[in-house]
């Protein structure tokens, strides 16, 4: 039963982490235009380097 | 602007904008302009760049980027840039563009609400999900400390969640309390509570049962049916803001001779503004300069165009035709005709109010029983066992159990899918309780002008005129783009009749327009003006060689008019045609649709006390209507519909807007409106089988936390299933 010890603090960090990810992503307007986001990875425009 | 005038624009884009830019500095305080621009036509990966690309491409651009999903662009640029140009440039490259009036859209540009909601939400979900893990365990044997330490853990992840996560319900379940009501709210709260506290209870004593998994599913799907909600209203709510920012509040005044453009509610009494043809009247006044013609039917109904002088009082509203105007303003802002129709909306929709939603209805006959249950429960088992702990357990089980996890679900997760189903068949559902009312519909009252007519006339009798004549009409109309003598040329050309040759063709406005064919003047106008008799019906006269004679105009029918209408008809519902307009008008499009009642020459008070009368009788009428006039009995009317052309306060006033220019969804929308009404009551029955089922266990004291947590997950998911049936 001692592995519960490790289980348990790690099941709460990975889902800790995932939690934060989507507070993370919903602060920076990454929900505001789904639709538009699935087409933007379609077009080569900005493959070689990231937009400045 | 057209694409000629546009490297101009660039090689001097200040010169070209600045007294329109200047004016928009003041307002904007040396803050870099945000400008929004309705893309309507994009649709893919290669429009975006294109957008994109040549928006940043223009002088005085920061940043520009597209939203697909809103179909809109936003641009952050310098103070001298104008919408114009962008939207000039960006037809120039084949792409539709409108601006949009950035005041009228801030709102829904920081949507706090539905974040904050979202937010809570995914704490919730993750908490419950943590939560429901360690209660497995417990379930599947785990005993003695080991089943001590998992409900303390459970307990620390769950007590934070619950504070966080559960704030919408205390907050709404506190204003009903403090109102001294009952709402859905008060019994989820009190489970809420009474579930963790004597979970809490339970852990302290070493118990074998706790529901804080409990307490957090039930948060966890009560939020998402909130969220669900929330977001339905919120797409419908953004997409009748983009339609009232379209129209951009600006107008021309003059000032010392100069013109200056200026911002509507910046416009004070006296004020001289100039109208151009095919504009809109900004604000009440009188016609000071110039000579037109109005077109008053989105004020009236009327749709034969009025001669327009000085002397002339006009209202706001009100399009001029066919001669620039110079009005003196004589009420603006709240003063103005539009907004005192606010007022007639105003004491109308007083008696739309006392509609009670379904889940209203049903909360009403919930909460008390809830309580009163658990009560009873407590009671019981306190006086059989006199245990304060065994009581309050079963209690605390009881309002878990008959908790309104599913009610909570079953209303928001059907109008969510009924909405997104008549959203892609071009129709915006405003009102939360729009589908439950559109249901009950029975009588459809319908306006004329601009509702069941396009508002653009057709000619009607081109067969009348000999082919030279009608050379010499095409000739007179191709100089002008007053409605009617558009209507004449398209008709004229695709009878394949080449113009007259003419010269001196000029356009006298307000009146027609006039030239001359082989030294002789030929007329195209009004009667008085060519010497004719004037006719009731819409025309224009055609004067030549000394005779003249009528070309007649009849409205077009709007696409899907016909179908709508006879399709209500088949359905059963009891059909009315109510207008502004003259009576013979009217009566010909009643025959034309099979509508035997009808009733002319209506005034907007007449409208609304029409519909008050049916209500009255106990009727549920479905009003459609687009003018000003029609507003009052929009708001009357126990459900309406308003067109997207519709004028601003008309759809306001309305419950459903139809986006595109078809009518036909009309009928369809009733027939979902039905299944909707269907669904819901449906859940409603299988969230009372799922209590019927686990009430009595509970009060008998056999609940245990995994019978509870099945009960309240499989009634939430059959519950969303039932409503995804609609879509």
Same mark, same amino acid.
């Given at each position: 039963m001692e592995v519960l010890a490790y289980l348990i603090p790690i099941s709460l960090i990975l889902g800790g982490i995932g939690l934060l990810a989507f507070i993370f992503t919903v602060r920076t307007n990454q929900y505001d235009d789904p639709e538009g986001d699935a087409q933007r990875i379609l077009s080569d425009e900005w493959d070689d380097h990231p937009k400045p | 602007?057209?694409?000629?005038?546009?490297?101009?624009?660039?090689? /001097?884009?200040? /010169?070209?904008?600045?007294?329109?830019?200047?004016?928009?500095?003041?307002?904007?305080?040396?803050? %870099?302009?945000?400008?929004?621009?309705?893309?309507?036509?994009?649709? /893919?990966?290669?429009?975006?760049?294109?957008?994109?690309?040549?928006?940043?491409?223009?002088?005085?651009?920061?940043?520009?980027?597209?939203?697909?999903?809103?179909?809109?662009?936003?641009?952050?640029?310098?103070?001298?840039?104008?919408a114009e140009d962008l939207v000039g440039a960006l037809e120039a490259i084949g792409y539709e563009a409108h601006e949009l009036d950035a005041g009228t859209l801030s709102s829904t540009q920081n949507d706090r609400a539905g974040r904050d909601l979202l937010?809570?939400?995914?704490?919730?979900?993750?908490?419950?999900?943590?939560?429901?893990?360690? +209660?497995?365990?417990?379930?599947?044997?785990?005993?003695?400390?080991?089943?001590?330490?998992?409900?303390?853990?459970?307990?620390?992840?769950?007590?934070?969640? #619950?504070?966080?996560?559960?704030?919408?319900?205390?907050?709404?379940?506190?204003?009903?309390?403090?109102?001294?009501?009952?709402?859905?709210?008060?019994?989820?709260?009190?489970?809420?509570?009474?579930?963790?506290?004597?979970?809490?209870?339970?852990?302290?004593?070493?118990?074998?049962?706790? *529901?804080? =998994?409990?307490?957090?599913?039930?948060?966890?799907?009560?939020?998402?049916?909130?969220?669900?909600? *929330?977001?339905?209203?919120?797409?419908?709510?953004?997409?009748?803001?983009?339609?009232?920012?379209?129209?951009?509040?600006?107008?021309?005044?003059i000032v010392d001779g100069e013109e200056d453009t200026v911002q509507v509610r910046d416009l004070a009494l006296g004020d001289l503004v100039l109208v151009r043809p095919g504009g809109r009247m900004p604000v009440d006044g009188e016609i000071v300069e110039g000579q037109s013609e109005l077109d008053r039917s989105l004020l009236t109904g009327e749709t034969v165009p009025v001669y327009a002088e000085p002397g002339l009082g006009v209202s706001a509203g009100e399009v001029n035709l066919t001669g620039p105007l110079v009005i003196r303003a004589t009420a603006v802002g709240e003063e103005t005709s539009l907004h005192r129709m606010a007022d007639l909306v105003a004491i109308a929709e007083s008696g739309r109010s006392r509609y009670t939603s379904l889940a209203d209805s049903a909360a009403k006959l919930y909460a008390p029983g809830v309580h009163i249950l658990s009560a009873l429960? !407590?009671?019981?088992?306190?006086?059989?066992?006199?245990?304060?702990?065994?009581?309050?357990?079963?209690?605390?089980?009881?309002?878990?159990?008959?908790?309104? /996890?599913a009610l909570g679900l079953a209303v928001p997760a059907v109008t969510t899918a009924a909405s997104g189903r008549l959203f892609r068949k071009g129709m915006l559902i405003k009102h939360s309780t729009a589908l439950e009312r559109l249901a009950q519909v029975d009588t459809v009252v319908?306006?004329?002008?601009?509702?069941?007519?396009?508002?653009?006339?057709?000619?009607?009798?081109?067969?009348?005129? +000999?082919?030279?004549?009608?050379?010499?009409g095409l000739a007179l109309a191709m100089g002008s783009s007053?409605?009617?003598?558009?209507?004449?040329?398209?008709?004229?050309?695709?009878?394949? #009749?080449?113009?007259?040759?003419?010269?001196?063709?000029?356009?006298v406005p307000g009146f027609g327009t006039q030239g001359k064919l082989n030294g002789k003047l030929v007329r195209l106008g009004r009667a008085g003006w060519v010497g004719a008799q004037a006719l009731a019906q819409t025309s224009a006269f055609l004067s030549f060689e000394g005779r003249s004679q009528a070309f007649t105009f009849s409205d077009t029918l709007r696409d899907g008019a016909e179908e709508s209408v006879q399709a209500l008809i088949e359905d059963g519902k009891d059909v009315m045609l109510i207008s502004g307009d003259s009576a013979?008008?009217?009566?010909?499009?009643?025959?034309?649709?099979?509508?035997?009642?009808?009733?002319?020459?209506?005034?907007?008070?007449?409208?609304?006390?029409?519909?008050?009368?049916?209500?009255?009788?106990?009727?549920?009428?479905?009003?459609?209507?687009?003018?000003?006039? =029609?507003?009052?009995?929009?708001?009357?009317?126990?459900?309406?519909? +308003?067109?997207? +052309?519709?004028?601003?306060?008309?759809?306001?006033?309305?419950? #459903?807007?139809?986006?595109?220019?078809?009518?036909?969804?009309?009928? %369809?929308?009733?027939?979902?409106?039905?299944?909707?009404?269907?669904?819901?009551?449906?859940? !409603?029955?299988?969230?009372?089988? *799922?209590?019927?089922?686990?009430?009595?266990?509970?009060?008998?004291?056999?609940?245990?936390?995994?019978?509870?947590?099945?009960?309240?997950?499989?009634?939430?998911?059959?519950?969303?299933?039932?409503?995804?049936?609609?879509?």
């Open positions: - | 602007m057209t694409a000629a005038m546009r490297p101009n624009a660039s090689a /001097c884009p200040a /010169c070209d904008a600045a007294p329109a830019a200047e004016a928009l500095a003041e307002q904007a305080a040396q803050k %870099d302009a945000r400008l929004a621009l309705s893309l309507p036509t994009i649709h /893919c990966a290669a429009c975006i760049s294109a957008v994109e690309r040549e928006l940043s491409a223009q002088p005085g651009v920061k940043s520009a980027r597209v939203n697909l999903t809103l179909k809109r662009a936003t641009v952050e640029a310098e103070q001298d840039v104008t937010m809570r939400l995914a704490v919730a979900g993750f908490a419950s999900m943590n939560v429901m893990l360690l +209660s497995v365990s417990v379930w599947s044997g785990a005993e003695a400390a080991t089943r001590d330490m998992f409900h303390w853990i459970s307990a620390a992840i769950a007590l934070p969640t #619950i504070v966080f996560s559960g704030k919408p319900f205390y907050v709404n379940a506190w204003s009903a309390l403090k109102n001294k009501r009952l709402n859905m709210d008060v019994p989820i709260v009190l489970a809420i509570v009474l579930a963790v506290a004597t979970s809490l209870w339970e852990t302290m004593l070493s118990g074998e049962h706790a *529901y804080f =998994d409990a307490a957090l599913t039930l948060v966890f799907f009560l939020l998402a049916g909130r969220y669900l909600d *929330y977001r339905t209203r919120a797409v419908a709510r953004s997409a009748a803001e983009e339609l009232a920012a379209l129209e951009v509040p600006r107008a021309t005044r429960a !407590f009671l019981g088992w306190y006086l059989y066992t006199f245990d304060l702990r065994t009581a309050l357990n079963i209690a605390a089980a009881v309002l878990i159990i008959t908790c309104p /996890c319908f306006d004329k002008t601009g509702t069941l007519t396009a508002g653009t006339p057709q000619l009607t009798n081109l067969d009348d005129f +000999s082919r030279e004549d009608l050379a010499v007053h409605p009617l003598s558009m209507a004449l040329s398209d008709a004229a050309r695709e009878a394949g #009749i080449r113009p007259a040759k003419l010269s001196d063709i000029e356009e013979g008008a009217v009566e010909t499009l009643a025959n034309r649709l099979n509508i035997t009642k009808w009733v002319a020459e209506a005034l907007p008070e007449d409208k609304a006390a029409k519909v008050q009368e049916l209500s009255e009788q106990g009727r549920h009428v479905l009003m459609v209507g687009d003018g000003l006039n =029609d507003t009052a009995a929009l708001a009357a009317a126990h459900v309406s519909i +308003s067109p997207a +052309s519709a004028l601003d306060a008309a759809r306001v006033a309305s419950d #459903i807007v139809l986006l595109g220019s078809d009518l036909s969804p009309i009928a %369809d929308a009733l027939a979902t409106a039905r299944a909707a009404t269907k669904r819901i009551k449906e859940n !409603f029955r299988i969230a009372t089988v *799922y209590n019927i089922i686990a009430v009595p266990l509970a009060v008998a004291g056999l609940a245990t936390p995994l019978i509870a947590a099945l009960a309240m997950s499989s009634s939430s998911i059959t519950v969303s299933l039932n409503a995804l049936r609609l879509r």
